[in-house]
């Protein structure tokens, strides 16, 4: 299963962008989908994941009250749009999907089974 990210680039502080994934149909209408992120060096780390069903979202704390994950069911797409963006925002972000029973799993890397190539976000002071 191939997911498709893209929307990345190179923006200042404070700006805005709107990363996308493409999802394969069966993948998108049974599967929980998520954002990751990685800088280099670093782990690779929860950004936010939004339910199948649409109706739950959560964000890492990092980001709440600027990015805002959501899916469009009719184009089998999944959006992050980030806001406000601050240095420490850049890295390569992954989007995920994978099939979540619990709350608990939602943050955690290993609990998502297809990924995508990942978008590089740059953000320049």
């Known amino acids: 299963v191939q997911l498709q990210a893209s929307g990345g680039g190179l923006v200042q502080a404070g700006g805005s962008l709107r990363l996308s994934c493409v999802v394969p149909t069966l993948t998108f209408n049974t599967n929980d989908m998520a954002w990751f992120r990685q800088a280099p060096g670093k782990e690779r780390d929860f950004v936010a994941a939004?339910?199948?069903?649409?109706?739950?979202?959560y964000y890492a704390e990092s980001v709440k009250g600027r990015f805002i994950i959501d899916r469009d069911n009719a184009k089998n797409t999944v959006y992050l749009e980030m806001n406000n963006l601050k240095p420490e925002d850049t890295a390569v972000y992954y989007c995920?999907?994978?099939?979540?029973?619990?709350?608990?799993?939602?943050?955690?890397?290993?609990?998502?089974?297809?990924w995508g190539q990942g978008t590089q976000v740059t953000v320049s002071s």
């Open positions: 995920a999907a994978g099939r979540l029973y619990t709350d608990l799993q939602v943050t955690t890397a290993r609990n998502y089974n297809y």
């Open positions: 939004i339910r199948w069903s649409g109706g739950l979202v």
